[in-house]
T-cell receptor
Framework: KQEVTQIPAALSVPEGENLVLNCSFT??????LQWFRQDPGKGLTSLLL?????REQTSGRLNASLDKSSGRSTLYIAASQPGDSATYLC?????????????FGAGTQVVVTP | GAGVSQSPSNKVTEKGKDVELRCDPI?????LYWYRQSLGQGLEFLIY????????KSGLPSDRFSAERTGGSVSTLTIQRTQQEDSAVYLC?????????????FGPGTRLLVL
């Protein structure tokens, strides 16, 4: 069964520290992987999308890596700020299912304390 | 341009009643998706539409759930004879096309509470 797992479920760090969020998936045959941010009571905001042929993507303070062989992706957020507090979700589009749906992990709830 | 919009933002209904949830995708986006987010199940796929192709309904949890997309734009998700376990946030997303580099853009969701 194809699964997407995010550990830890929750994380608290002081402002200024780097955040490291993990996502693992059970099948290396992925089409792409996306990281989303969700604020309480809001929808999802796409942060980064990594194609299966890529090893990483960067946007500002965010960097996401992808290692298909080990079934892992990591989202790094440099110099965290209180405004980074949110739930972060990773989502996989499987290669055999590339015509549509995403499969999501359960998310990591992040709190950045001032 | 405008993002994905959904209505209503909140819906409270009684068990056994039917509800309709609406999604307006980003203009020009050909693919539209419905997902459900609940405490016990996380975020799960329900159905997706791509152009005039037959929709992928593989995620619909029961035959009480149905969806349509009119004119390749607006979509309505209908839940008949609602049950308490249907209480969740229903999220809609759209993309320019389902395959390729395009990201899925999500709406704010409809929070459904079945009493």
């Amino acid at each position: 069964k194809q699964e997407v797992t995010q550990i830890p479920a929750a994380l608290s760090v002081p402002e200024g520290e780097n955040l490291v969020l993990n996502c693992s998936f059970t099948d290396s045959a992925i089409y792409n992987l996306q990281w989303f941010r969700q604020d309480p009571g809001k929808g999802l905001t796409s942060l980064l999308l990594i194609q299966s042929s890529q090893r990483e993507q960067t946007s500002g303070r965010l960097n996401a890596s992808l290692d298909k062989s080990s079934g892992r992706s990591t989202l790094y957020i440099a110099a965290s700020q209180p405004g980074d507090s949110a739930t972060y979700l990773c989502a996989v589009k499987w290669a055999a299912d590339s015509w549509g749906k995403l499969q999501f992990g359960a998310g990591t709830q992040v709190v950045v304390t001032p | 341009g405008a993002g994905v919009s959904q209505s209503p933002s909140n819906k409270v209904t009684e068990k056994g009643k039917d509800v309709e949830l609406r999604c307006d995708p980003i203009s020009g986006h050909t693919a539209l998706y419905w997902y459900r987010q609940s405490l016990g199940q996380g975020l799960e796929f329900l159905i997706y539409f791509q152009g005039n192709s037959a929709p992928d309904k593989s995620g619909l949890p029961s035959d009480r759930f149905s969806a349509e997309r009119t004119g390749g734009s607006v979509s309505t998700l209908t839940i008949q004879r609602t049950q308490q376990e249907d209480s969740a946030v229903y999220l809609c997303a759209s993309s320019w096309r389902p395959r390729g580099e395009e990201t899925q853009y999500f709406g704010p969701g409809t929070r459904l509470l079945v009493l």
